[in-house]
């Protein structure tokens, strides 16, 4: 369900570091990349309070060393990470308070958790995630722009035509100065 997403905003499936990374990237970790953003997905075998926080510090640190060679290759130009903690079902009951802590966290980079909505049914082979929306750099909205291809130029009051004729005219120098005595 991500990857529809992650392409939509430009984002597009990059292949994980091998080898080089101090934190092993569990079975299944996805990462998305551009020039202005990564996203990871980092998948979580326990909806266990403690558990979620210290699979996300393991993946804040991956990441971190991730970003902090891209920056590095990008020139030093600070790139976007957002971490996605996929959890294997429902967060225990007690999990909202860490859930949010964590996502709140601006530590690293931005970060987001989802959960299967349900079970998979026999012969179904994708299942719905909660709160995929959520995640920042993809919950944008569609937006439907009504093109024209024809330019108009806006309507101004009198005031705002005579500033514009002076500009033209004089120069924004003068007119600034003229602004400024009258």
Not at 25 to 39: E, I, K, V
Not at 42 to 66: L, R, S
Not at 98 to 104: A, D, F, S, Y
Request: hydrophobic share 40%; with cysteine; net charge negative.
């Amino acid at each position: 369900m991500l990857d529809p997403l992650c392409r939509k905003v430009g984002l597009e499936p990059a292949d994980l570091p091998a080898g080089e990374q101090i934190v092993v990237a569990p079975p299944s970790t996805a990462l998305w990349s551009s020039s202005y953003a990564h996203l990871l997905l980092w998948p979580v075998d326990d909806a266990a309070p403690q558990h979620i926080v210290a699979c996300a510090n393991q993946a804040e640190g991956w990441f971190e060393q991730y970003l902090s060679q891209q920056e590095v290759n990008s020139g030093g130009r600070p790139i976007d990470g957002y971490l996605v903690l996929a959890l294997p079902q429902f967060p225990q009951a007690g999990s909202s308070d860490e859930i949010r802590k964590l996502e709140l966290s601006a530590r690293i980079c931005r970060k987001h958790m989802i959960w299967p909505s349900k079970e998979l049914a026999e012969g179904e082979t994708e299942r719905s995630w909660c709160r995929i929306a959520d995640v920042t750099v993809l919950g944008l909205p569609d937006a439907a722009m009504a093109g024209a291809s024809d330019l108009y130029w806006p309507k101004i009051d009198a005031e705002a035509q005579q500033v514009y004729s002076d500009l033209a005219l004089l120069g924004a120098p003068a007119t600034a100065q003229r602004d400024e005595t009258a």
